[in-house]
Every structure is written in structure tokens, then in C-alpha cells.
């Protein structure tokens, strides 16, 4: 059974930073991209970074988020800097259905809140 555990979310304040984990289990981590994908509050969903299989290509919507990756360990990381109250969302990481980045996800973790306020 694939699982996707977040972790490390929490209340921040504007300007500061968190680093998101997800560990997985069930497959072979190593062989999939993975993606955060995030959802404000009232909002839809929104890709927010990707990472292929190997962890040597990656893609990501702004440069303030830093994805990676550690096989050895199956965990999927997101660094999350220079925080703005726009990035407050519950933050979700998902299983990519091929090593490719930007693969159609297939499997999600039930996501961790990340809140930038004053």
C-alpha cells in the first residue's frame, strides 16, 4: 500500500522559512517523480514544484521553494523561504506515475498546513 506521510508545516512568520518532509512507503521511491502540490484556503489546487526520479532535474514555480529528494531514506523535501502570507495553504505531496517530473500524480499524503502570519 503506497503511503505519503507530510510533516514540518506550522505557523511562520512573513519572511521566514520551513522545510516540508514526506515520507513514503509502499513502492519504490526511487523510481518516481514526486510533486508538492498546494491548496489555499477557498482555493484549487496548484503544482507548486517537481523532481524526477534520480533528483537531477527538478522544476519548480518560483524560486523561493527548493524540492528535493533523499532515496536512501524514501523522504521528499520542500524548502520553503522568504514565506508570504499568499503561501499559506495546506501542502500536499504526491507520487508522480513515471520517473518523469512532470508525470500525472497518482497517489497524495493527506497534506500538512503551512500558515504565514504576523
Known amino acids: 500500500e503506497v503511503q505519503l506521510v507530510e510533516s514540518g508545516g506550522g505557523l511562520v512568520q512573513p519572511g521566514g522559512s520551513l522545510r516540508l518532509s514526506c515520507a513514503a512507503s509502499g513502492f519504490t521511491f526511487g523510481s518516481y517523480a514526486m510533486s508538492w502540490v498546494r491548496q489555499a484556503p477557498g482555493k484549487g489546487l496548484e503544482w507548486v514544484s517537481g523532481?524526477?526520479?534520480?533528483?537531477g532535474i527538478t522544476d519548480t514555480i518560483n524560486s523561493r521553494f527548493t524540492i528535493s529528494r533523499d532515496n536512501a531514506k524514501n523522504t521528499l523535501y520542500l524548502e520553503l523561504n522568504s514565506l508570504k502570507p499568499e503561501d499559506t495553504a495546506v501542502y500536499y505531496c504526491a507520487k508522480g506515475g513515471s520517473n518523469w517530473v512532470h508525470a500525472a500524480m497518482d497517489y497524495w499524503g493527506k497534506g500538512t498546513l503551512v500558515t504565514v502570519s504576523s
Open positions: 523532481i524526477g526520479a534520480s533528483g
